[in-house]
């Protein structure tokens, strides 16, 4: 792919992740495009499915909501988001999202930088006081 046609990423083009039933379009990443400090991820959170708490040691990430209704926490802090309305992570952070309906939940997933030397995703779900907020 040339340097050029790297600028613009179609959904073809994207990095395919299934996820649940369902595919994730990685749309930025150094793999597809120009990108060094951006990642962008269109997700799909099915019905009462979730990413379960987890944090990113190196990566700083925006939840955009774009469809349904997400469950965001942030460290122990939960919000109900809407379409239009953001989530804030700051690198290392503890932070989960959740679809508590019955529909489809779409996200979009910024991450900062776009690249890391160390481990992209940490699962502390089974750990306190991460596994009994839900509760």
């Known amino acids: 792919m040339s340097t050029a046609s790297r600028r613009f990423i179609t959904t073809a083009e994207a990095l ?10 990685w749309l930025a990443r150094p793999e597809i ?3 060094k400090d951006l990642q962008l991820c269109r997700a799909v959170l099915p019905a009462g499915e ?16 774009l469809e349904g209704t997400v469950e965001q926490w942030v460290e122990t802090e939960k919000r109900m988001l809407q379409p ?14 959740f679809n508590p309906t019955d529909r489809d ?13 160390g481990p992209f995703l940490v699962d502390v779900s089974g750990e306190a ?3 009994a907020l839900r509760q």
């Open 16 to 25: 395919k992740e299934d996820y649940k039933g369902r595919t994730n379009y």
């Open 33 to 35: 495009a120009d990108a």
């Open 50 to 65: 979730g990413h379960d708490f987890h944090t990113h040691p190196e990566l700083e990430e925006i939840i955009y909501v």
């Open 84 to 97: 239009g309305e953001v989530a804030h992570i700051p690198r290392g952070i503890v932070h989960a999202t």
């Open 105 to 117: 939940a779409v996200i979009l997933a910024i991450l900062s930088p776009a690249s890391t030397q």
């Open 129 to 131: 006081p991460w596994n």
